[in-house]
Every structure is written in C-alpha cells, then in structure tokens.
C-alpha cells in the first residue's frame, strides 16, 4: 500500500492507498480503537476485485493530524473531511464504507451530502437518529452504552486507558470480539498507533463530542428522523456487546433503497469475526 498526507478541512489526514489507479474508488472508514489496520482483511479481496482502495486514519488517530479542543471532533466537520478527500482523488460520488464510528461518519456525508455519494455500505452502527432515539427511551441500550458517558471524563479516562501500556483499552477490545478475532500482533500494532502523541484524547474527543453537541441538539430540536436516498447496505454481528441488533432494521427502514444482512456469529468486529463473507457481500453491493 502507498502512503500520503493529504489535506483536507484545514487538516492533514494519513491514508493508504492500493489498486489499479483507474479502478472504481471504495473509501473505507474505521472506527474506535482502530485505524486503517482495522481494514486489513479487506482491502487485499477489494483490490483483487479490481477496486481502487482509498483508507484514512482519520483525525485524531495514529498519523493524522489531532486537533485540539472537543469542538473540532464534531461528527459534521468529520463528514466534510472525507467529503475533502472525495475532492483530492477528483470523486464526483463516491462508494463509502464505515464500521463504527466510521459509519457514524458515512451516515453523515449521506445526510448531509447526499449529492457525493453512489453507494453507502454501514457495518454495525446504527442511523444516528436511531441511535439517539434508543439510548434516550431504551434502558437496555442505555446500559450497553455506558462507556460513552464514561469517555467524558477528561484526563482520568486517558490515564486509565493509556497505563500499564494500553492493557485496559486492549481489554475492551479484545473482550468485545470474539476469541480468535484480534490476535497479539494485532495489539501490537494498535497500541502503536494508539501512543501517537495526542491520539488517546483525540481519540475519546469524538464520543465527548456527540455527547455536548450532538446529543444536546438531537434533545432541543426533535424532528422527524432524517432519510438516506443513497442505495445502502447495512451489515450487522447480531453478538455486539455495545450496540443492540434492534437498532438495525429501523435503520434500514428509513433508507429509500436500504438491504440488511445479519452475521448470527459475528461481534461488533463483523469485518474481522465474518471477513470472507463481509468481502462478498460489500464486492457484489459495490459493484
């Protein structure tokens, strides 16, 4: 894979790029704790279908810049970065994967954007609308989603993740996958990307942002959950620990042209726990 740095919404993000250079452009964007390495079954069978693979850290983590303040972590601003990186590899509409906070992401730019995108694939994050619609009236989700309110604290939260070389957010990571799913080498390469100075409360300012601003505004101005008239494929481990399986078909039911597929034996990780079968699934959709 190559290696750039690419300017984008007054940043610089890190990205990996692979395939043939006139191949249909996939942009595939991680979630929390991972970085472009959370994509490393993925990008080998994309390439090999012939796609051209575009994968940022994006910001806060691992090579990307990090912006101080909670403010510039704000899930809108977030969108338009990738809506940038659309711009610098000359994407009209572009083909658009998340998985966890990366998907919050992706439902954004097509919310917000919807003009910039051909396809939308979402792996185990639910439509934000849903998403808040659960935590506010759903004990269950609520409980499941007590790490949020947690990441709030400031300084505490790093210390403790960041001590005795990232045990407890390897923990996390590890106990909310399956046995097999994340391997020691692959904690190896994670905790690197983790020690970037800066990236642990770059990291944690994405979930301090949604709770003071997004969060906040959702409560202030209910309105009608919003629709997404881009094609969409969601795709759903039904074992989250973090996120109930509930959320998905009310998250597809707001997409004009929306498909679901549920991993019965897959985690939150389902691009890690269900590689070979997620692969078909985004090839076939993305094509």
């Known amino acids: 894979m190559q290696s750039q740095f690419i300017r984008t919404n007054h940043i610089n993000l890190h990205v990996m790029t692979d395939g043939p250079e006139n191949g249909t452009p996939v942009i595939l964007l991680h979630g929390f704790p991972e970085f472009h390495y959370g994509w490393k079954r993925q990008i080998p069978a994309l390439v090999e279908a012939g796609f051209r693979v575009i994968v940022p850290d994006q910001r ?8 101080r303040g909670v403010s510039a972590y704000d899930v809108d601003t977030l969108a338009k970065d990738v809506v940038g990186l659309f711009d610098h590899f000359g994407i009209q509409k572009a083909r658009l994967v998340g998985h966890d906070w990366g998907a919050a992401v992706a439902w954004t730019v097509a919310i917000n954007h919807p003009e910039r995108l051909e396809k939308l694939a979402i792996l185990n994050v639910p439509h934000l609308d849903v998403m808040i619609d659960f935590v506010s009236h759903n004990p269950a989700q609520r409980k499941k989603s007590w790490y949020i309110f947690f990441f709030q604290i400031p300084w505490l939260v790093e210390w403790m993740l960041s001590r005795n070389d990232f045990e407890y957010l390897a923990r996390m990571l590890t106990r909310s996958g399956r046995k097999a799913t994340f391997t020691e080498a692959d904690v190896t390469e994670y905790k690197k990307a983790w020690s970037q100075k800066g990236a642990l409360t770059g990291m944690l300012n994405w979930y301090r942002a949604v709770v003071r601003w997004g969060l906040r505004s959702a409560f202030s101005h209910k309105s ?9 494929m969601m795709l759903w481990g039904r074992r989250d620990v973090a996120l109930s399986s509930d959320m998905a078909q009310p998250s597809i039911d707001l997409c004009d042209h929306g498909e679901l597929t549920f991993f019965n034996k897959a985690t939150h990780w389902v691009q890690h726990d269900a590689g070979e079968e997620v692969n078909q699934k985004l090839i076939e959709f993305l094509r």
């Open 60 to 67: 806060g983590y691992n090579l990307s810049d990090k912006p």
């Open 224 to 232: 009608p959950a919003r629709r997404v008239h881009v094609p969409t």
